[in-house]
């Protein structure tokens, strides 16, 4: 596995809370940083508590939502259309 680039700290909060997001696929995390699912997974596991980890992982593992391949043809966004409400 390729050496991860030095993410500085606002970047690094930025790609957790992306891959905590059951709705942001990896794909969409690579694009952002450049980083492939295995190097998400290894960011995770470092910096998250272990618990914490174990949950995140046992929930992504095979979710549709997080792996672009797994999904729907007619999904076409990585939100729901009521996560940013307008006036």
Known sequence: MPKSPTLSEPDL???????????TPFDAIEK??????PQV???MRKEL???SFELWRKRVTGRATKHSAL???DVTRAYCPT?????
């Open 32 to 37: 952002s940083f450049g980083l492939g699912e």
């Open 49 to 51: 508590k272990r618990s």
């Open 13 to 23: 909060s930025r790609l957790i809370e992306m891959a905590w997001e059951d709705r």
């Open 71 to 73: 999904r729907s043809e």
């Open 83 to 87: 996560q940013y409400k307008t006036k």
């Open 41 to 43: 997974i290894a960011i």
